[in-house]
């Protein structure tokens, strides 16, 4: 049985090294709402939140080539079809993946070096929510014709003053594709994660 390669901030490991035919991954995000003590009734109750998991293609300068490589719920796939957001879990409530993008590795275009999956709280300025809310995030990639999960990230520290984070990338070297493990917050939600990359944000 492969065990699974568990990564701190800032590691990486190759996802295709042990598996150089590996074709087709599925990144997996997941998280829980903290649980909030009513102090009225004394139940737990759980606020209404809305986390949505996105993936941006890249090319050398860091940047998309255009907007359909800003794949998100208002556009679920690339237009090469090789990303794929293919299920969106507006609560966070269950187990397992929250939010699930697909990843055809042997299709992404060779001008496309980095594939950065971000995961980010919808209307979280205008609710006032941020990750401090958030537990148990992480992100995993799984092997999708095995079901065996690869590598995988358990976010740890304080991300209070953030509203979207950087999970992770996968990131081409040659022929072989490599996970790092990022945790890079950002507070201006989707749009400020979508315009580092170029992405022209017309709402947010």
Request: proline share 1%; charged share 30%.
């Amino acid at each position: 049985m492969v065990e699974t390669i568990r990564l701190t901030q800032g590691q990486e490991a190759s996802v295709t090294e042990k598996d150089p035919a590996l074709k087709h991954v599925a990144v997996g995000l997941g998280w829980d709402v903290r649980q909030v003590d009513n102090e009225f009734s004394g139940d737990d109750k759980q606020a209404d939140y809305d986390l949505d998991a996105s993936a941006f293609l890249l090319n050398n300068f860091g940047r998309i080539r255009h907007e359909k490589d800003f794949v998100f719920y208002n556009n679920m796939r690339c237009d090469e079809g090789c990303v794929a957001l293919t299920k969106d879990n507006q609560t966070g409530v269950g187990e397992g993946d929250d939010e699930i993008i697909e990843v055809e590795l042997k299709e992404v275009p060779f001008d496309i070096t980095r594939i950065a999956f971000a995961a980010s709280i919808h209307n979280a300025i205008d609710r006032q929510q941020n990750f401090g809310m958030i537990e148990n995030a992480f992100i995993r990639v799984v092997n999708k014709e095995t079901d065996v999960e690869i590598v995988r990230y358990d976010l740890s520290g304080d991300f209070s003053a953030f509203n979207a984070i950087i999970l992770g990338e996968l990131y081409r070297v040659g022929s072989d594709w490599v996970f790092i493990a990022k945790g890079e917050g950002y507070k201006g939600a989707l749009g400020e994660v979508a315009r580092s990359f170029d992405v022209n944000v017309r709402g947010e």
